[in-house]
């Protein structure tokens, strides 16, 4: 007799699996608000669905998840149009580098562009602005760590960048930061709520899969969590 082969995953295995995941950083992030003696209502998760194939899409919007980070214009384009008339409570985030070139389209399609990180890139979100009447909001993105490979506006040019954003009418509603993959996040966790701070600022964006707990417990009010939720990253 031949043997059978095992079944392949039905869907609802796959939305029960992705439910799970969900559930389990949901609980997370409740657990470390009660360290911290914060109201888990005050942390949004952001989940990265950068990269992640349509069924992985469908199981978290299943589950209940509105609000996702996408690391491309054109990816989250073809992600996101259709399904978008289907999902008036969706708010899309912008967490990767954004080109100026890039600025009307990016301001179309996301709520909130976390990765604004020079004058040249707010100035052209103003003028994208002016054409379609919809007022960017915006994070900051600092380089926390000094990288010279990652995209961010250094710690020491970062008030006069705020200041030049709100002057062109951005709204901005905090800052955002990736420490170094090798250092201990803390410290740059805490570096950027001095900054907020300083500025008057609200908003924090940090926190990954790893170490979101550290952040909330830093004051974070995104995270953003990608292979907790989804598995290990595919490739584009």
């Known amino acids: ?98 080109q100026t070139n890039k600025a009307a389209e990016a301001l179309a399609l996301f709520e909130v562009i976390e990765t604004l990180d020079r004058e040249k890139l707010a100035r052209a979100l103003a003028r994208a602005a002016e054409t379609s009447g919809k007022t ?25 960048l705020i200041g030049v954003a709100r002057d062109l009418g951005l709204i901005v509603e905090g800052l955002m930061c990736i420490p170094p993959v090798a250092d201990d996040p803390v410290p740059h966790f805490d570096r950027l709520a001095a900054l907020a701070r300083r500025n008057g600022l609200a908003g924090l964006s940090m926190g990954m899969s790893a170490d979101y707990e550290a952040a909330i417990a830093r004051g974070a009010t995104h995270v953003r969590v990608g292979s907790a939720l989804f598995g290990e990253r595919n490739a584009p």
């Open 136 to 160: 960017p909001r915006v994070l900051v993105q600092v380089n926390t760590g000094a990288e010279p490979q990652k995209a961010g506006v250094p710690v020491d040019g970062v008030d006069a």
């Open 1 to 98: 007799m031949t043997p059978s082969l095992p079944a392949s995953p039905s869907a609802s295995t796959s939305i029960d699996g992705i439910a799970a995941r969900l559930a389990g950083v949901q609980a997370g992030i409740v657990a470390a608000c009660a360290t911290a003696g914060r109201d888990p209502g005050a942390v949004t998760l952001t989940a990265v669905s950068k990269t992640q194939p349509p069924d992985a899409i469908d199981a978290i919007l299943a589950a209940g998840q509105r609000v996702f980070g996408e690391n491309r214009v054109q990816e989250a384009q073809g992600r996101w149009r259709a399904r978008r008339p289907d999902l008036p409570d969706l708010e899309l985030r912008l967490i990767g580098p954004l």
